[in-house]
């Protein structure tokens, strides 16, 4: 049975720890609420960018372009990995790369946003591409980065298609693994909407009403197409920072009421002690007095 200087110890030392993990909650709280309303801000632009990439493809034939190209389905791919560069974040990561992990290791290579997923390609002797990093606040600098690696490892060959791997926020307490095609991007006149965050996808439907383009349909698709890219890459990127504070936040409101419930705990088995040593004592003096007459 422990001491009650042992439990006195044990009690300061939780304490201490559930200071800890109440202030990162409340960091984790400022930074989520920020993350998830440039998550939800950038969807309705994505949305419109969607409807105008319809009504420009609905209205080309034969359209043809590098980022569009289909290749063997068979052939090499790349996995754009997108993690988070600390710990503490609960589930996230570890749901996260075990998607990852049934990738398959001899026909991939992957690009990483985020150190966590660097060193579980490396942990694992998959083939790292490249290790790119993020912002706290992600920028679209950021995303053109990662695009224009992805679109030049497609471009040149080097790889048949490019997916992307990532945290799709859904809600605080709901975040889950997505893995989506990123090049080649769709089927021209059938393109997903893959930057609105639905999990499902839609196919891109035309309105039915006449539009007219200048220059021309075709040039006016050759410069959305990598704009569109880029932007599905940034919202990908809103969505994992806003699934990270969202389970780093819910993580350590479970740690802080997890050690405030020790404390309940030790405190009780601490005053349980107590008052047996105190009822202990008291039976010792009754006992000596009485043995004295």
């Known amino acids: 049975m422990p001491s009650p200087r042992d439990i006195r110890r044990r009690i300061k030392s939780v304490k201490n720890t559930a200071q800890i993990t109440k202030a990162m909650q409340m960091v984790a709280a400022s930074k989520m609420r920020r993350a ?35 290749r063997s389905d068979t052939g090499k791919r790349a996995v754009v990995l997108v993690s988070t560069d600390k710990g503490l974040c609960g589930a996230l990561n570890t749901n996260l790369l075990r998607d990852a992990s049934q990738v398959d290791k001899e026909n991939s290579i992957f690009i990483c946003a985020g150190r966590k997923g660097a060193q579980f390609v490396g942990r694992t002797g998959r083939g790292l591409a490249a290790e790119l990093s993020y912002a706290d606040v992600p920028e679209f600098s950021d995303a053109r980065t990662i695009a224009k690696f992805a679109v030049e490892l497609f471009t040149e060959g080097k790889v048949d298609a490019v997916d992307v791997l990532f945290t799709n926020f859904i809600s605080t307490i709901n975040q889950k693994p997505d893995l989506r095609q990123l090049l080649p991007i769709g089927e021209i006149n059938g393109v997903e909407a ?100």
């Not at 950038?42 to 289909?70: C, I, W």
């Not at 050759?222 to 990908?236: A, D, G, R, T």
């Open 194 to 293: 893959s930057v609105n965050g639905d999990n499902e996808g839609q196919e891109l439907e035309a309105s039915g009403l006449e539009f007219l383009f200048e220059p021309d349909a075709g040039e006016v698709l050759s410069s959305l197409l990598p704009h569109y890219l880029n932007y599905q890459v940034f919202q990908i990127l809103l969505d994992s920072k806003a699934s990270e504070h969202s389970s780093r936040m819910v993580a350590m409101k479970n740690a802080t009421d997890n050690a405030n419930q020790l404390i309940k705990d030790l405190t009780l088995e601490y005053n349980k002690i107590r008052q047996a040593s105190i009822t202990s004592e008291l039976l010792e003096i009754t006992t000596a007095q009485m043995a004295l007459g």
């Open 36 to 70: 998830q309303d440039a998550a939800m801000a950038g969807r309705p632009y994505a949305d419109l960018m969607n409807r105008v990439l319809s009504e420009v493809t609905a209205t080309v034939s034969d359209f043809q372009h590098p980022l569009t190209e289909k």
